[in-house]
Every structure is written in C-alpha cells, then in structure tokens.
C-alpha cells in the first residue's frame, strides 16, 4: 500500500442552472490573455448536446485516453512512445482551433467613430486570429439549453453511441426532451494521459495535493497532450507556444480555499475535499477488462482514513495529520464512497478521473409531474427511475460507460431523500421506508440531505492548507525557546542578512498566518457571531 | 579574409551555438518552444512538417557522413569514391528535393493562412530567409559541381578542414581552391548555427529521447520553497521507516 492524498471535487448536476458564472470567473482568473481567448478552464455544457470542443467525447476521431491492448496492458490510445515520437512532427489527431471555436471581438471603432446620422451603426464582430471580418458560426456553448438541438442534436457521440448500442433513440421535440448542465474542469486524473503523453516531462501531477500541472518552463510545445487528455482539458497557447490548463487553483488550494469555481458557483454545488487513495492500485484499476468495472474498481482504489491501517500507512508515506483528519471529514468522500451517490465522468477513458457528479433527478422529478403524478413521492419516483430508459441510459453512458445499475442507485437514493425530507417538512413523521428501500437509515438520510441541501461553505469545502504541516513546525518552533529563526542552517536572531535588512532567507510571517484564519473565517461563516 | 572565414568564423559560430544555448536555457525556457501554428491549420502541416523534418534530418546525417567521415573510413568498408559520390548525388539530392518541397509548402502555408501569418515574427521571417536560401545553396552547389560520372569531391578538401577545426588547427589552405557555391554555402551554413539559440530553431535541441526511458506518469513535489522555508527538524522517527 502506497497512500497518496488527492484533493477532488463533486459537483451536484441537481443544483446547476448553467448560469456560466464558474465558467466566466475562471476565465477572468486565468485564461484571460491573448493566445489563450478560446480556452475555457472550466466549460459549462447542455446535455444531450455536442460539448467544447465539438464532440471530444467521440475518441474514435480524437485518440485521447487510455486503452487496452492485446495483452489487458494499458496503452495510450493515440499511440506508443515511439509512434508518438515518429509522428513529432505534425500531431496527426490535434483538433483545431475551429473545433472549439475562432474566437473574435468587435470592431467597435465603427461605434465611436460614426458620424451623426439616421443609421445605427452596426460592430461587426472580428477574428482574433486572423483580424479579419468573420462570420461567427460556433462558440463554446453554442447548443446551450438545447438551442439547435434538431441540427445538432444527433451529433452528440453519446445520442449516438446509445443509438448503436442500445437502439434508443433520443428525442429533441420540445416536449419529448430532456436537459440538464454538465460543467467540466480538468478531472485531476489519477491516471493522467496528458502526463504520460508529454514526451518532455513537463506536465506533473503533484505528490502532494494530485493537482497536475503543466511547467510552462520544460513545455516545449510538441502538443501531444492536447491528444492525449480524452476530455480535451489542456489547451495550446498559441502565442506562447505552450500547454495549458486548468489548475485547480492550486494557489488557493495551498492557503485552504476553494478553487474559484467553486467559490463564484452560484448554485454552490460544488464540493472540494481530500480523498486518500492506494497508488499502487492505480494502474491494476484502470485496466479492468470490462469497462462496466472501472466504476467500482475506481472506488476500490480509495482508502478509508477511518481504517486505522490506513492512517498508520498513510503517516509513514508522509502524509501529514491535517490531511489525514481533512481525509476523514472529507465531503467528496462522503459523497463518492459513503453515500455512493457521485459517480465519475466517462470512467471508461481509463484515467481515473476525480471530478465526480451526482446525476441530476430533476429530469425524472419533472417527467413524473408532468404526467400529472406527484413528483415527490418515493413510489412514483422509484417508478419512473425505472421506466424513464432514455435519460438513464444517457446518464449511464455519461457516468458509468453504459451501465445503468449505479445511476439507478443514486438517483433512488436521491428520491429516497426527496421524499423522505417532504413528510418531515409536512410535520408527517416518515416511516423509513423510503430509506429503508434504498439501504439507508433515516439518520444517514438526513446527513446526506444536510451535506446536499444546507451545504454550508464549511462543509462544502474542507481543503487543509498546503502550510499547515509546515506552519505547525514553524509554531512549534516559535513557541518554546522564543525564536523562530533558530533552526538549523537558519540566520538565528542575528535580525539581518550578510546583505542587511531583509537579505538572506525569508521564513513565514507567523502573525499573518493567524489573522489569515481570523479573517476567513469572518468572510465565509454563516453564523453571525462569527462576524465579530 | 581566408583566415577569417575559414580559421576564426567557425570557432565563432559554434561558441554562439553553446553560450547562446547555455544563455537561452538560464534565462528563456519560457520562450524555448516549436511555436507550433498546428491550432491554426493541421491538414497541410500535416503534410508538409514531416516532408521537412524527415528531409532536413537526412541532410544533416548526410552532412555528418560526408564531413566527419573520411574516406578512408567508407573506403575500408569497400565503398568505392564512384559509389559514395552516386550515393551522395541521389541520396542527398532526394533528402534536399524533400527538405525543399516541405519547406516551400510550409513558407506557402505562412503566407497564405491569416493567422498562421499573424502568428509569424519578425524573426522567423529573418530565419527563414537564410534558411530557405541555404538549402537552395547547398543543392546548387552539389547540383552544379557533379554529373552522374563525377563530381567535385569534398572529401578531399572541406571534409579534412572541417575536422581539422576540432584539432584547434584549422588547415585553412584546404578551403582555398573549393569552388565558390561551396564556400558560400559553408558561410551561411556557420551563420545559421550560431543564430539556431536565438530563434526560433533551438527547438532542436529538445528532442525529446528521454520520452523512452522514463515511467508513463510523473509525479513531482510542490516546491517546498514556496511556503514557509522551515525544513523539517530532526525529532521523532516515523513509524515505519
Ligand atoms: S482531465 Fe486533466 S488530468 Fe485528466 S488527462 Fe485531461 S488534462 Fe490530464
Ligand atoms: S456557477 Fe454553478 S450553477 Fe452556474 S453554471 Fe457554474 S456550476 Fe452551474
């Protein structure tokens, strides 16, 4: 056993309105620049719909993920190393910038510039590449809310996927439709292949956090992970020359708050938290034979931080306590493996992605009182879970390559919930046969409802701090023999550097660390005393 | 002026090459890329990159061979001059029509594609002229100096001076009566190198061959630095370890 720490996320689909306030505060942190307008870190898609970039999810075209060989083993799907290497040259499978979209501006000068008179002036929009009047013809969400959904709809690879295999056809008439918002960040895979695609070594994932990270100083430009990455989650620069992507924030992370997506979500349906994880399991899991499989034997990879085995281990592998003790009140986990009611996203590219989704009821919910039935009763929803094939099989093939057991199972517990918390707010008393259908007590219920449905930002988001096994030494330090500067190779209380005041090496501003607290806590608490 | 040329500007060319690779490496990793345009336009690259690339390597293996590799090395493996020279004609000729052809698909391409033309510095534009120009050069040079038959032979007089600049004592005397396209050719050809580090070129010189020797996934520490430079003290052992 080999303990690592990964911090991941879960996102409540139930809960998002694709108000694309994640997606436009991401980019104005990160991605705002030239070279990179036609990036987005985290996209915010309508399902059924083609996604950004058109149809990543088809790899049949685009070559990205993991797959197995003739001998069960792992292999990148765009090609060995030395396939990889002979093909330097020109990435034979790179989408273009035409299959996200040309980014454009507008020509506003037109604006200022008019002169008095009876017309309105019209701003024609221009390319950002090309500087030249364009036509715009596509952009990141240009199928939001089903918009040009009998045009575009088939061509979604998973409506079409679902027609091969399971003959199902989904429909996009208006009332015989379903939708629901899918917002994407990069999946922090724990078998990541843009990092095993990057011929140079640049692109990381950190042993510390799991958070995987691009060196903009060893990239060298050759675009192999554009193919590699099956979400289509590392955008190329291309005015630096260099990969990108999103970065959990990391630098947020680091000092305990949430990434910007999470922060800015309106819904708050985003949860961020510490899952332990067995490395050593990692390559065996993803190479399951059955795709069906790489749901549960994900979930076998991750450890209990209540096992005490497992603490002991994961203190000998360097981990420290306030990760150890995040692991334990980890929400994501709570929701990944207690409640088992967040399930991964396309588990069957194989890279173990660990950005997780509880599938949305809403669609079942709706379809059941739009048939005149009470959409909160536990029977007609368990009813319709069962009846409704088209959206599950959707929802299946989204979040379990095809098999609709597990989405079935969550989304029944989710009724369970529903139903369960009506009769409590209608001062009924529930009898627990809602949860006793779905294997859950009452008391677990409620938790979970307290975690889905409160969802206060502390319990949303329980990030330790990069710092803190750091910052408790250096308290440590500070606290008994007066001097925080008096460890080994450290300048000592001398005050100055061998270059005066501020010169040598710097060590943490201890008060700072405190009121840093002091004022987060103010900032984001829920209870009024805290504001004092 | 044969002293200069022949004797001083090689050492010049190469010492640029070094330090300006060991300067670009110290203080512009960042700027150290292909640069690639593939966003802007893959169906023709598709086709003309690898013409290029696969074309300009064999030229600089033929360089090699032909340079570093004295006759009496081809002669011992029982290479006559007559069948180096057909060799070299026909092999090099068809590595330098590749080089040429992918390289004028990939200037057309340049120049024809808006973006990939905005995207087009002021020294790339520079690098290409002697590059382009160069390639030409040395085809001319090969092409106008040899028939089926014969051909000059380098062997005798570039070859050994080139090796003799690694002795430190360049026979300057050799490069005397070689014929002007050659010398020309060479001219350029040392300029070229010293300008690989500062454009955009120096992607050469990341090939990645350790992409073979290192596990799929890479793991890397945050930079302990970053935070709190305390290092950890010495105290109580883990258990375990
Ligand atoms: S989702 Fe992120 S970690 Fe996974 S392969 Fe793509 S870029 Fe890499
Ligand atoms: S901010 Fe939240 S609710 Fe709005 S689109 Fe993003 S994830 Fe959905």
Same mark, same amino acid.
């Given at each position: ?53 058109? /149809? ?69 929009? /221009? ?406 | ?12 060319? %190469? ?14 990793? %960042? ?211």
């Amino acid at each position: 056993m080999r303990v690592m720490a990964q911090i991941a996320m879960v996102m409540n689909l139930d809960k998002c309105i694709g108000c694309h306030t994640c997606s436009v505060t991401c980019k104005q942190t990160w991605t705002n620049r030239s070279g990179m307008e036609y990036a987005w870190f985290n996209n915010v898609e309508t399902r059924p719909g083609q996604g950004y970039p058109r /149809r990543y999810a088809d790899q049949d075209k685009w070559q990205g993920g993991w797959e197995l060989d003739r001998r069960g083993r792992l292999k990148l799907k765009q090609g060995g190393r030395l396939k990889k290497l002979l093909t330097i040259f020109g990435n034979p499978v790179q989408p273009t910038v035409q299959d996200y979209y040309e980014p454009w501006t507008y020509d506003y000068r037109t604006l200022t510039d008019a002169p008095l008179g009876d017309d309105y002036p019209v701003a024609g929009p /221009r390319s950002l590449l090309s500087g030249k009047p364009m036509d715009v013809k596509w952009s990141a969400n240009w199928d939001d809310n089903l918009g040009g959904m009998p045009e575009h709809g088939t061509r979604d690879p998973v409506v079409e996927r679902m027609q091969a295999e399971v003959g199902e056809k989904v429909r996009f008439a208006f009332e015989q439709t379903f939708m629901f918002y899918l917002p994407r960040i990069c999946e922090h895979c724990l078998n990541p292949a843009c990092v095993a695609a990057c011929p140079s070594g640049a692109i990381y994932k950190r042993a510390e956090d799991g958070i995987v990270l691009v060196d903009q100083d060893d990239c060298r430009g050759w675009r192999q992970c554009v193919t590699g990455c099956p979400y289509k989650k590392i955008y190329f620069n291309h005015r630096t020359g260099k990969a990108e992507k999103c970065t959990f924030c990391y630098p947020r992370i680091e000092v305990g708050l949430p990434t910007v997506c999470s922060e800015t979500c309106v819904g708050r349906l985003r949860y961020l938290g510490v899952l332990l994880y067995d490395a050593d399991k990692v390559t065996a899991a993803a190479s399951v034979q059955d795709e069906k499989d790489l749901y549960e034997a994900q979930l076998g990879v991750f450890l209990d931080p209540d096992d005490p085995e497992v603490r002991r281990a994961a203190e000998r592998d360097g981990i420290a306590y306030d990760w150890i003790e995040a692991a334990r009140r980890s929400p994501v986990r709570a929701l990944i493996s207690t409640y088992r009611i967040a399930l991964p996203l396309h588990p069957e590219f194989r890279t173990m992605p660990m950005v997780w989704y509880i599938p949305p009821l809403s669609p079942v919910v709706e379809a059941v009182s739009a048939a005149g039935h009470d959409g909160e009763q536990a029977g007609n929803l368990f009813g319709a879970i069962d009846a409704l094939r088209i959206p599950i099989a959707y929802l299946a093939e989204l979040f379990t390559a095809g098999d609709p057991a597990p989405v079935r199972a969550s989304l029944d517990r989710l009724a369970a919930m529903r139903s369960h918390m009506r009769d409590l707010n209608l001062g009924r008393t529930p009898d627990g046969s809602a949860a006793g259908a779905v294997g859950m007590t009452p008391e677990q219920i409620e938790e979970m409802y307290h975690l889905l449905a409160i969802a206060k930002y502390e319990d949303r988001y329980v990030i330790p701090t990069a710092a803190a096994g750091d910052a408790r030494r250096l308290e440590e330090s500070a606290l008994p023999d007066g001097c925080s500067l008096d460890y080994e190779d450290g300048p000592g209380m001398g005050g100055d550097g061998p270059f005066g005041a501020d010169s040598g090496r710097k060590s943490l501003p201890l008060v700072s660390v405190e009121s840093f607290h002091i004022m987060r806590r103010r900032q984001t608490s829920d209870d009024p005393g805290d504001a004092q | 002026m044969d002293i200069l040329l022949w004797g001083a500007l090689p050492y010049v060319a %190469f010492a640029s090459l070094v330090g300006g690779l060991w300067w670009r490496h110290k203080y512009d990793q %960042f700027g150290w890329t292909t640069r690639s345009s593939e966003v802007y336009e893959s169906t023709l690259l598709n086709i003309a990159s690898p013409l290029f690339h696969y074309g300009i390597l064999a030229v600089l293996g033929g360089h090699l061979l032909g340079l570093f590799v004295p006759a009496s090395w081809t002669d011992a493996i029982g290479i006559s001059e007559h069948g180096y020279h057909l060799i070299s004609l026909f092999a090099g000729t068809l590595a330098g029509v590749l080089a040429i052809a992918g390289i004028l698909m990939l200037v057309y391409r340049r120049r024809t594609n808006a973006p990939v033309f905005r995207a087009t510095t002021g020294n790339d534009k520079f690098m290409y002229v002697f590059l382009v120009g160069n390639i030409v050069l040395g085809l001319t040079a090969k092409l106008a100096h040899s028939s089926i038959s014969s051909g000059y032979n380098y062997r005798e007089t570039i070859a050994p001076w080139a090796r003799s600049l690694f002795t430190l004592q360049p026979k300057v005397d050799l490069m005397n009566g070689v014929p002007l396209a050659y010398q020309v050719h060479a001219v350029v050809g040392m300029f070229l190198i010293a300008i690989v580090p500062f454009t955009r070129l120096v992607h050469m010189f990341s090939l990645p061959l350790q992409y073979f020797f290192r596990p799929y996934v890479v793991y890397r520490s945050r930079d302990p630095k970053q935070l709190g430079e305390v290092k950890p003290r010495r105290g109580w052992e883990r258990v375990d370890s």
